[in-house]
């Protein structure tokens, strides 16, 4: 069966520090991968997605950005955090498009 | 503009009825569509999903899509106070193969 691992589970970062978030998929090959934050009371909102390895499509400018180093690895990172990347990141893979997605546990990210 | 629209709530219900939430979609390109529950504090998990016109029925859960209409919904029959949870609604556009979500409904079941 398929597993998704996302880590940290929560993470406090003054404004102005880098992030890196990670997402590994288990159990399957050449998925597609999501990263997507869910600011407090809000729907879901898509970043990033790829389609393997080193295709990384953006979503929404901001100052963070996407890397898929490896077939089941995907990072969220951001050189210098702002108060409003502040929010719920979720990792997400899907067979192909067309197909439903599956979420990680999610990192809770508080930039103070 | 893709849209996805769901009404916020809080939609209660008492425990046993029938809870029923509803989702329009404004893109008759969609092509299949998905309910995810969430619980607070806890990442989306996915409950259902439809692609053909009509009824679709899992255990306590039936999804309904009428594409004439742009409407889903999903029905949960005898609601349990652990059906308390916050109820995405999310459409798929096979051209962007791209899950566009509403913003979500929550639902409260009282014991």
């Known amino acids: 069966s398929q597993t998704i691992h996302q880590w940290p589970a929560t993470l406090v970062q003054p404004v102005g520090s880098p992030l890196s978030l990670e997402c590994t998929v288990e159990g399957t090959s050449n998925p597609n991968l999501y990263w997507y934050r869910q600011a407090a009371g809000r729907g879901l909102q898509l970043l990033f997605y790829s389609v393997g390895i080193g295709q990384i499509s953006s979503e929404v400018p901001q100052n963070l950005s996407a890397s898929r180093p490896q077939d089941r690895q995907f990072i969220l990172s951001s050189k210098k955090l702002l108060l409003s990347d502040s929010g719920f990141y979720l990792c997400?893979?899907?067979?192909?498009?067309?197909?439903?997605?599956?979420f990680g546990p999610g990192t809770r990210l508080t930039v103070l | 503009q893709k849209e996805v629209e769901q009404n916020s709530g809080p939609l209660s219900v008492p425990e046993g009825a029938i809870a029923s939430l509803n989702c329009t979609y404004s893109d008759r390109g969609s092509q299949s569509f998905f309910w995810y529950r969430q619980y607070s504090g806890k990442s989306p998990e996915l409950i259902m999903f439809i692609y053909s016109n009509g009824d679709k029925e899992d255990g306590r859960f039936t999804a309904q899509l009428n594409k004439a209409s742009q409407y889903v919904s999903l029905l949960i029959r005898d609601s349990q106070p652990s059906d308390s949870a916050t109820y995405l609604c999310?459409?798929?556009?096979?051209?962007?193969?791209?899950?566009?979500f509403g913003q979500g409904t929550e639902l409260s079941v009282k014991p």
């Open positions: 999310a459409g798929i556009y096979n051209q962007g193969g791209k899950l566009i």
């Open positions: 997400a893979w899907s067979y192909g498009w067309g197909n439903e997605q599956f």
